[in-house]
């Protein structure tokens, strides 16, 4: 438990006690560290699926009825303090992914729930609810030649001008019938979440490693064909609330107000087709061409 790992996400050098796969190796000063520790706080007992989240003084403590809990400091330190007997890769995403939504959030950034990639060297990202086809869309645009910058968790630096987007890691999750529909080989991929029948795609050949500014934020909805239209600011400052993976205090809120100011918002209504999906990729990314 002693050995540590050195990597690179989210435009932060991280050193982690925890093994992270997902994560692009990386050797550099690290400015986040991943370390084993024991919570000194007593949040309230957890039901196995249930989540607790607190955050106060900069300070935030993440709990897992069956995972474990986490303590992150001043956007600097995760402490790992796993349930006994957890397996490793439940604990990997959980600090992979809400875990270092919290650093996000801490460091000034914005943790959306969001995939994106590059389009005409800017960030062009989806969001919408579950089973929209956010991931889907993202892994066509990256079988059409753009860079994939994040799926699943986007983070936004709120304090660059203009905007910009840190990569996250070099995967995109699919189900097996989206995978199947793109030409490739789901047996193959990284298994992540098979409970949620998803698994990974590795994207390190098209993984845009650096900073973007962020160009548009789309919100996909099913519609019977097509269509792209602009949101306005209360819109889009709506969209930012519901689709943001920490929210409730004043920072957060003047964050999404920055955003809704500074960042086109569309609507991209779409079939909720497969067959579809290559022709939505080819759409979307004419649209955000030029």
């Avoid at 706080?41 to 039901?47: A, G, T």
């Avoid at 062009?124 to 089973?131: H, R, V």
């Avoid at 889907?136 to 699943?152: K, Q, V, W």
């Avoid at 500074?262 to 290559?278: D, Y």
């Amino acid at each position: 438990m002693n050995e540590t790992y050195s990597y690179h996400a989210y435009g932060l050098a991280v050193s982690s006690c925890l093994p992270l796969p997902e994560f692009v190796s990386h050797d550099g000063v690290p400015e986040v560290t991943v370390c084993w520790g024991e919570c000194t706080r007593n949040p309230p007992v957890q039901q196995e699926n249930e989540w607790y989240y607190e955050n106060t003084n900069g300070e935030a403590i993440l709990c897992h009825g069956t995972v474990g809990q986490v303590v992150i400091r001043d956007g600097n330190k995760i402490v790992i303090s796993p349930t006994p007997g957890v397996k490793t890769r439940p604990l990997q995403l959980f600090v992979s992914g809400v875990a270092f939504a919290v650093v996000i959030h801490q460091r000034g950034g914005l943790a959306l729930h969001a995939s994106a990639v590059e389009i005409d060297g800017k960030t062009i990202a989806f969001m919408g609810s579950k089973g929209c086809g956010k991931s889907s869309l993202s892994a066509a645009l990256y079988f059409t030649g753009h860079r994939l910058i994040t799926d699943d968790l986007m983070a936004v630096d709120c304090t660059c001008e203009p905007i910009t987007v840190h990569p996250g890691y070099p995967q995109i999750k699919l189900t097996e019938e989206t995978a199947s529909a793109l030409g490739c080989d789901y047996d193959s991929m990284v298994a992540v979440r098979p409970i949620q029948g998803k698994a990974g795609l590795i994207a390190k050949d098209g993984f845009a490693s650096d900073s973007l500014p962020l160009g548009a934020i789309c919100s996909l909805e099913q519609g019977p064909t097509v269509q792209i239209e602009p949101l306005s600011q209360g819109d889009a400052f709506t969209e930012l609330l519901h689709h943001s993976l920490l929210k409730g205090d004043v920072p957060h809120f003047e964050r999404c107000v920055r955003v809704a100011s500074n960042v086109p918002f569309f609507r991209i209504m779409h079939p909720r087709s497969l067959s579809g999906l290559s022709d939505l990729a080819k759409s979307v990314g004419q649209y955000f061409s030029g």
